[in-house]
């Protein structure tokens, strides 16, 4: 199979993840926690499996990574590292959690416990915060290995179809787009051990939704292009 299919299938089963994340229970119970933490075992298995496909395709052909044709005009233009920006993840929990915070303000203030991302505890926010560092710090060095390896010959940044013509360099490339990647599953998982079942869920329904959004908006916004040239 090639990427671009395993691409088209994996978003399609990414689509199908979220109608099950959506009509999962909210009430917090030893029941209802079970069956979320089933579905968010599902979905990390599926963030997995693209991992070990792009880890696969890095090893094989990293420069088709980075031009990237199964993807969008918009998702291309939204990549760091033939991917999602790690620290995205941050930037949702953040959102997330302050309008949740402020739509249940009230009944916070009065000590209800709402059991949502806008409930999260000063422990749960320290935690979120030192591993925000941690990802930022491993996020750049990516980032300057990246510019580094790219500087390294003349011909570093290449053009669709073209190749690396540095045996290393290519090696190094690999190196760099499978760090990136292991730093996107690792970002993942960190946050959803931090957060309740519930929590976790609301979180991956968030991170999928965006996903699809860019895509879907990608997608249609490539076809109305394509549909004026051949006008």
């Not at 730093?183 to 968030?206: D, G, K, M, N």
Request: with cysteine; aromatic share 8%.
């Amino acid at each position: 199979m090639s990427f671009q299919s395993f691409n088209e299938a994996w978003f399609e089963h990414l689509h199908g993840l979220l109608q099950q994340l959506r009509a999962a229970p909210k009430a917090a119970s030893p029941e209802s926690d079970g069956a979320l933490l089933d579905l968010v075992h599902k979905v990390r298995t599926h963030y997995s499996q693209y991992y070990r496909a792009m880890s696969y395709t890095a090893r094989h052909d990293v420069v088709s990574l980075f031009t990237a044709r199964w993807s969008s005009s918009l998702e291309r233009s939204l990549q760091w590292v033939a991917g999602w920006r790690p620290t995205i993840a941050f930037h949702l929990i953040y959102t997330h959690s302050s309008i949740l915070f402020e739509t249940h303000i009230v009944d916070l203030l009065r000590g209800a416990r709402t059991g949502d991302l806008g409930d999260l505890s000063p422990a749960q926010l320290q935690r979120v915060s030192e591993l925000q560092c941690r990802t930022v710090r491993e996020e750049n060095e990516v980032t300057a290995e990246l510019s580094e390896c790219l500087n390294s010959t003349t011909s570093a940044v290449v053009v669709v179809g073209a190749g690396l013509e540095a045996a290393e360099n290519v090696e190094r490339l690999r190196s760099v787009v499978e760090k990136a990647e292991n730093l996107r599953f690792r970002t993942i998982c960190s946050v959803v051990e931090i957060l309740s079942p519930q929590q976790a869920v609301e979180f991956l329904v968030a991170v999928m939704e965006l996903q699809l959004w860019v895509r879907g908006m990608g997608l249609c916004h490539d076809r109305v292009r394509q549909n004026l040239r051949e006008f």
